[in-house]
Structures are given as C-alpha cells and as structure tokens.
C-alpha cells in the first residue's frame, strides 16, 4: 500500500493573506502539472476567500476550481475547495489549509501543508506533523528563512 508523502511549507510571514496567496501559487503550479486536487479549508468563509483569491491573485492566471458542496464539478480537471468531505478522485493531492487531518491512505498521495509563522498555525502544524510521523509518512518540510527556502527530512 502507498503511503502519501507530506510536504510542510513554512512561511517567514504571519500575514493570512500571504499565506494563502501562497496556497494560490502551489494549486496553480499542481494544476499546471496536471494534479487536480483538492483545498481543504478550516471553514466556508475560508473556502470563499480561497474561491475569490484564485481569480485576482495573478493577472492572466487561469486555474479551473469551484467550492465543493457536495455536487461534483462537470469537468474532473477542476480544483475542489471545501471542508472534510473530499470525494474520492480529489483525494490524490490534498492542500491543507485546515486544523484538520486528511486522509492518509489510499487514494491520497501526497498533502500539502501552508503554515505561517503565527503561533497558532506552528502548533497546529505541530501537531500534524506529530501524527503524520507517528503514522509514518515521509515527510518534507520547506521552511523559508529571510527569503531563502531550506528543505528537511523525517520520517518514511
């Protein structure tokens, strides 16, 4: 059985805003390379800012996306952001922007974690990490420091 690896990014920033233009930037660069997956988000406000912001956050950007409740997009190349109820063809990639786990087996192959460097956020992250590890996914952790992006290993 595979096991999905998990890629935390931790942001130099406190800023919300950053870190989900961040957000925008890596749905875009997966969809670009063809993954559709899904944004898991902490709350519908949060799905709404995350719906609007991958319209405005890059002029000429275009990434296919649609809220997700509970109906499934026409087109299965689009990008689905909503809460814990992910469908199953969108449980390859998950971006988390929540305090919640995702899936951690099968279809799920890889998770991506945005943290900024608010508090709350690292000891969400934390406490994350601490269950992905104990589950004993291979984790990489991308932390940048003073505009320099530094990578880590753990687990696997």
């Keep these: 059985m595979q096991r999905p690896e998990v890629v935390f990014y931790v942001l130099a920033s406190s800023s919300q805003h950053e870190r989900q233009d961040f957000a925008c930037k890596l749905i875009e660069k997966s969809y670009r390379s063809g993954q559709f997956g899904y ?3 902490e709350h519908a406000e949060q799905a709404a800012e995350i719906d609007k912001l991958l319209w405005t956050f890059r002029a000429g950007s275009f990434v296919p ?30 971006i988390n922007l929540s305090s919640h786990y995702p899936p951690t087996i099968t279809p ?6 945005i943290l900024d460097n608010s508090e709350t956020s690292k000891k969400a992250g934390r406490q994350r990490y601490k269950h992905y590890l104990e589950a004993g996914l291979p984790i990489i952790t991308h932390r940048n420091e003073a505009g320099v992006w530094l990578e880590t290993r753990a687990g696997g």
Excluded: C, F, M
């Design 39 to 41: 944004v898991l988000t």
């Design 65 to 94: 996306h649609q809220r997700y409740q509970g109906q499934l997009p026409a087109y299965q190349n689009t990008i689905l952001i909503g809460g814990s109820d992910i469908p199953e063809p969108w449980q390859k990639l998950i």
């Design 108 to 113: 799920t192959e890889k998770i991506l974690e």
